[in-house]
């Protein structure tokens, strides 16, 4: 049973298009996030959802909207798509805080979408 | 602020020899510490974590880190590599305030 899925894998576009990128979860956790990993590998943060509403949101481009129909999905859309969003966008998600709170919790992360901008 | 340094951008080593992969952090709280591993192509995937319980934490693999607060220290250790321990690893601290932060990465080659 695949744990944190996203679609697609593999995404190619032409830039100036719009595209979306889905991501679901079945383990039950509350919260759920977007990263983007360059072609230097590093990691960074976009958006953190919990329970279907929105608690962080770093510097990225009003070009790109998360969207949370439920607390088991959340998916990006990406307007008006430029080359230097070329890149692997990962979701992840946490389980709910608990007696321990949120900061103790691992994330468990999709396979990613490999996004390349033509 | 809190950040997090991984020392060395890639390391190798041959197969069968120990293994070291080294993180500094800096944070204003006691934070949680993560190691995640990534396979070419693959998603990420947890090694281990402290929580601020053991200060020796073992994960899968064969894999463990000491977390050292006077050295502001969380490095990982495994006592002989394998092949398929070739792979990307990161270092994240996560705070208090659920801010979450994610090492540069470390390339780990394993040499025959």
């Known amino acids: 049973d695949t744990a944190v899925s996203q679609t697609p894998k593999y995404l190619v576009t032409q830039m100036g298009n719009d595209k979306s990128i889905k991501c679901e979860q079945n383990?039950?956790?509350?919260?759920m996030y977007w990263y983007k990993q360059d072609s230097k590998k590093f990691l960074k943060i976009m958006f953190s959802y919990n329970n279907k509403e929105l608690i962080i949101n770093e510097t990225v481009p009003n070009r790109f909207s998360p969207k949370s129909p439920d607390k088991a999905h959340l998916n990006l859309h990406i307007n008006s798509l430029e080359l230097g969003d070329s890149a692997v966008y990962f979701c992840a998600s946490s389980p709910s805080p608990g007696t321990s709170g949120r900061f103790y919790n691992e994330q468990f992360f999709g396979p990613g979408t490999r996004l390349t901008v033509l | 602020a809190q950040s997090v340094t991984q020392l060395d951008s890639h390391v190798s080593v041959s197969e069968g020899t120990p293994v070291l992969l080294r993180c500094n952090y800096s944070?204003?709280?006691?934070?949680?510490l993560f190691w995640y591993v990534q396979h070419p192509n693959k998603g990420l995937q947890l090694l281990l974590k402290?929580?601020?319980?053991?200060?020796l934490v073992k994960g899968i693999n064969g894999f463990e880190a000491e977390f050292k607060k006077s050295e502001t220290s969380f490095h990982l250790t495994k006592p002989s590599a394998h092949m398929s321990d070739a792979a990307e690893y990161f270092c994240v601290v996560r705070n208090r305030d659920d801010k979450i932060i994610f090492g540069k990465g470390t390339r780990l080659h394993i040499l025959p």
């Open positions: 944070s204003s709280y006691s934070p949680s």
């Open positions: 383990l039950g956790h509350d919260t």
């Open positions: 402290y929580t601020s319980a053991a200060t």
